[in-house]
């Protein structure tokens, strides 16, 4: 999602900011492939900084989005996501006050789902956006993949050592819902719910982006 990777990169460029976010992605997946997907960025305690930067053009030689820019971007994302085939009940909500965004839509199948994710990115051809799939589900199998095509570990060792610990208090989480229970997981990070029907995954933002760990997961559910 390389707008939000912009606002990331931005932030813990920014000396003597103690940013505090999380990016929150959950999918509930039905047995035939269809599902719902909500996606949210939380930088709410880091708010009062955060209102304090928007009133500057640029910090650090890097342009700071205005209101209108952000409020922008998600209505053009929005309409992407609703323009796009097997998907459908997309909603957006953005609150500049507390700054959380929230992206959700139900799709018809991961190849719908996959589209909506390419969405936040740049324009890119069908061929590339099918190669670099971010899941991928066989409903004869019954196995759910997540992968993980973002490196920002390049992007990461240009930040100041003193700026690296702001991402300590950031964090990825994933969290997956299945019709059916969970027999397998692969990444060692996974907590599966007591009725086995769920899958969480919190990464912290600087193991993540150095490539430390990972929320990349192959999900084995029972048939």
């Known amino acids: 999602m390389r707008y939000f990777r912009k606002i990331i990169l931005l932030l813990i460029s920014l000396p003597l ?13 039905h047995k035939n492939g269809s599902g719902k997907i909500s996606l949210t960025l939380n930088l709410s305690q880091s708010k009062s900084k955060i209102s304090s930067i928007m009133l500057m053009d640029s910090i650090n030689g890097h342009p700071i989005p205005s209101e209108s820019d952000i ?23 953005l609150d500049l006050e507390n ?6 839509c139900e799709f018809k199948n991961v190849e719908a789902l996959n589209q909506v994710i390419a969405a936040f990115g740049s324009n890119k051809k069908p061929s590339k956006i099918k190669a670099q799939k971010q899941f991928d589900y066989n409903t004869s199998t019954q ?5 993980y095509h973002y490196d920002l570990s390049k992007e990461f060792e240009k930040v100041k ?12 989480t994933t969290i997956y819902r299945f019709d059916q229970e969970i027999s397998t997981t692969s990444n060692p ?8 029907k769920a899958v969480f995954i919190k990464v912290s933002g600087s ?6 760990n990972t929320i990349k997961n192959n999900i084995q559910l029972i048939k």
């Open 17 to 29: 900011l103690v940013s505090c976010f999380e990016v929150i992605e959950e999918i509930t997946l």
């Open 71 to 93: 409020i922008s971007f998600v209505k053009k994302t929005t309409e992407k996501i609703k323009n796009t085939a097997g998907v459908s009940i997309v909603k957006s909500k």
């Open 99 to 104: 700054y959380l965004l929230t992206f959700s």
């Open 143 to 147: 196995h759910f993949t997540r992968s």
């Open 161 to 172: 050592q003193a700026d690296k610990h702001i991402l300590k208090d950031a964090s990825f």
């Open 189 to 196: 990070l996974s907590h599966i719910s007591p009725n086995k």
């Open 207 to 212: 193991t993540l982006v150095s490539g430390e």
